[in-house]
């Protein structure tokens, strides 16, 4: 019988080929008492499962091909610490203890112990940390099971696709070495690790399918769409057919693209467009440049505080950005501060509770709250403005007042640099975030003080139309083309034209090309998207004649009825 489950799409492209169930051993956990005199014995069980993924990760690390992206390391790195956090290597030698039980069941209580405090952290990437705790402690229950711990190496065919609950970026790295076709999960979300590595690895991935695990059988021929986020099981001669021809031509569009990288992005009737990246870690650098990219339109910060008890001291901060400034060349680079959430402390032996993270003390309204820790930042990202083309962005703004405040904090500390004579830009440009409805309607008043405006474009839709992205249960509601959601935006670049500021969205819509040519008929000149959504787009820059999109954009924002929205925006793509 032939179906269908849909999930998040994390990396697009379509693959044909059979279910490899990956099995997944926390399900498998059962608890049992130990006697008291082999309680030594099974602590003993458990320090030899630790030491035995420590190995494993080991030799992952040391058999990365030299061409591997550079993040892949770092991700091995991540759960190296983790494994040998005490949290996970001392505290579930104590319940064994205390409650006599088995060293599987003692390392899975203690992982959802860590899994709950990661929930009530507010913001959407370090909560989607926990997944690699739950891959570590994966990994661990495995060996205590006398299992392999490595995603077993199928035969070199790209027509296996792995079906998991969930994937460790160290199984997944052996994807590009064994050329399986792609990979889908139960859980995970768009910015969860597994769904990263997908990206840099160019492979169709679909997460958050909730019961694939389940309902998949082992050596099912399936279909996995990662554009549109779907999986076909079992699909009938006619649907196999179809997407046959699809991947035909989506390879065959690929190969295309790679032929405009070194064009210019300009419009038919020569408007120039910055095609910017988003990166996380300075290692990005490498896709960024191999994307053709104009600069980087996004750096988010706060992956250099994640995994860590004590903030990062301001030389080491200074380096990272220096880096990054340094690699590109003297192309911009939009350089975001902290934007961490409310239950996360750079102590993370301090807690703060918030009924509602998503509205708590984050980003801006943390680092006012932390005026030292934001002083350190903010000495490392002016020392930094020495050795490129920095631009420093303030995230989620919402009065005028925060950004009066964060701008004599800005002053305060090129003060005492001025007094240390340590070099740095005078000149250097302030943006700010438009990512709460409330800044958007007043995103002209924001323009009149800032140098730069950048949509994020995620929050603001989360914000606007009261819907959790991460929850399952109303993630369907989430709709990058409400009504509303297009006039905030299109209200934001009117005032940002009308003042002389430059505009960018640097949010996923930016790199959806399907939504293209709608942003550059409402005005937009710079995008800044994941590298490799940046070929896609400027393919679609290079076919657009802005006279001609005015008027459609000018009809689809007129449109108060989403359903009818989504038929225009096609119509346009034509």
């Known amino acids: 019988m032939s179906f269908a489950i849909h999930g998040v799409g994390v990396s697009s492209g379509i693959a044909i080929g059979h279910a490899h169930l990956v099995s997944h051993a926390l399900l498998e956990v059962v608890h049992y008492q130990v006697p008291a005199e082999l309680i030594d014995q099974e602590i003993a069980r458990f320090d030899q499962a630790i030491q035995t993924v420590n190995q494993d990760l080991e030799a992952v690390r040391a058999q990365l091909p030299s061409r591997a992206p550079a993040e892949l390391s770092a991700f091995i790195s991540t759960h190296l610490m983790i494994l040998n956090d005490h949290t996970l290597a001392e505290d579930p030698k104590k319940i064994i203890q205390s409650d006599r039980c088995n060293a599987e069941w003692a390392i899975k209580q203690q992982m959802e112990f860590i899994v709950e405090q990661f929930d009530q952290i507010e913001d959407e990437y370090l909560r989607e940390r926990k997944h690699d705790v739950v891959q570590v402690v994966e990994r661990i229950i495995k060996v205590l099971l006398g299992r392999p711990s490595q995603v077993p190496l199928l035969e070199q065919e790209k027509a296996i696709i792995l079906v998991a609950h969930d994937i460790s970026p160290a199984d997944a790295i052996q994807f590009k070495q064994h050329q399986f076709a792609a990979f889908v999960t139960d859980v995970g979300g768009a910015t969860s690790h597994t769904a990263i590595l ?22 099912e021929l399936i279909i996995v769409d990662g554009t549109q986020g779907v999986v076909i099981v079992n699909p009938d001669k006619d649907a196999l057919a179809e997407y046959k021809l699809r991947q035909e031509q989506w390879e065959l569009e690929q190969q295309k693209l790679k032929r405009i990288k070194l064009n210019k992005a300009v419009t038919l009737d020569g408007t120039a467009i910055d095609l910017y990246a988003n990166i996380e870690v300075p290692e990005d ?9 104009a600069g980087i339109g996004l750096y988010r910060t706060e992956f250099l505080f994640m995994n860590r008890r004590e903030a990062p001291n301001e030389e080491e901060q200074f380096e990272a950005y220096r880096t990054v400034a340094e690699k590109m060349d003297g192309k911009p680079v939009t350089i975001r501060t902290l934007d961490l959430g409310a239950d996360k402390e750079v102590n993370s032996d301090t807690e703060r509770s918030c009924t509602n993270p998503a509205l708590g003390l984050r980003a801006i309204r943390l680092c006012l709250a932390e005026p030292q820790m934001f002083h350190t930042q903010l000495r490392a990202l002016l020392r930094a403005t020495a050795f490129g083309n920095i631009q420093i962005l303030i995230p989620m703004l919402s009065s005028i007042t925060e950004l009066r405040q964060t701008k004599l904090l800005i002053e305060r500390a090129k003060q005492s640099l001025r007094t240390q004579k340590i070099a740095f830009s005078e000149n250097v440009q302030i943006g ?96 800044s998207m994941h590298p490799s959504h940046i070929l896609s787009v400027k393919h679609q820059v290079l076919q657009s004649n802005l006279e001609k999109l005015k008027p459609a954009a000018r009809k689809i924002l007129g449109c108060q009825d989403s359903d009818k929205i989504e038929p225009l925006i096609q119509k346009m793509n034509l």
């Open 198 to 219: 997908a990206r840099s690895l160019n492979i169709p991935s679909i997460v958050a399918l909730q019961r694939a695990r389940t309902l998949i059988r082992d050596g």
């Open 285 to 293: 650098i490498v896709q960024v440049k191999a994307s053709g990219a």
């Open 432 to 527: 700010g975030m438009i990512e709460i409805p409330a800044a958007a309607l007043c995103a002209e008043a924001f323009a009149k003080e800032l140098d730069f405006l950048s949509i994020g474009t995620n929050d603001l839709i989360q914000y606007s139309l009261a819907i959790d992205r991460t929850d399952d249960a109303v993630s369907h509601l989430y709709n990058p083309v409400h009504p509303a959601i297009l006039q905030l935006i299109e209200m934001t670049i009117k005032a940002g034209l009308k003042l002389g500021k430059k505009v960018s969205v640097c949010g996923e819509m930016a790199g959806d090309a399907k939504l293209t040519r709608l942003l550059l008929g409402f005005g937009l000149r710079q995008f």
